[in-house]
């Protein structure tokens, strides 16, 4: 009896670790900083409702953490949306601005799709998830890379003074053409 109450605690101390990995893994966007939704132009309001609640969704399911514009977060995105018909196709484009904690564009994703309406007003709740889930594939794929991009190696490099070419006195002078 002695020894199954052993192994029932190693069990529960294995399941609470295991289940505690799992936290650290889920919590957070694959930056592991929360990323803030500041604006969608060129929508009404009930179209960028329905947009922000279909890219929370999509950004869930993507594991970004996506918060609000008062929010602190390591990178703010920006929303344009436009339609255009032309050969009687109507196509939904958009563009999404991610910029870094210097204000500085870090990133424009862009891209468009088939609409089954002819303005953004009319856009239903399919067309807007598609959008959605389009939009958050970049934006998930943009933070994986960036996060790659910015390990110690990156930041290091980042941090050392640039170095410039000595120029040594027997060296020929480049003509000019």
Do not use: N
Not at 60 to 69: E, Q, S
Request: with cysteine.
């Amino acid at each position: 009896m002695d020894g199954m109450t052993h192994a029932g605690r190693l069990a529960a101390l294995v399941l609470t670790v295991a289940l505690g990995a799992c936290q650290g893994s889920l919590g957070g966007s694959p930056e592991g900083v929360p990323v803030a939704l500041e604006s969608i132009d060129g929508a009404p309001a009930p179209i960028r409702t329905a947009l922000v609640d279909e890219l929370t969704s999509a950004a869930t399911d993507r594991k970004v953490d996506l918060v609000g514009a008062s929010a602190q977060a390591r990178y703010r995105v920006r929303g344009y949306l436009s339609t255009s018909t032309e050969d009687g196709e109507t196509k939904v484009a958009y563009v999404w601005d991610v910029f870094d904690a210097q204000k500085r564009r870090a990133k424009r994703l862009a891209g468009s799709s088939p609409a089954p309406a002819s303005s953004i007003s009319a856009l239903d709740k399919a067309a807007l998830a598609k959008l959605a889930q389009a939009s958050m594939d970049e934006i998930a794929e943009f933070l994986t890379a960036s996060k790659s991009e910015s390990g110690p190696d990156a930041q290091a490099a980042s941090e050392a003074p640039i170095q410039t070419a000595e120029v040594s006195g027997d060296e020929p002078p480049v003509a000019m053409q």
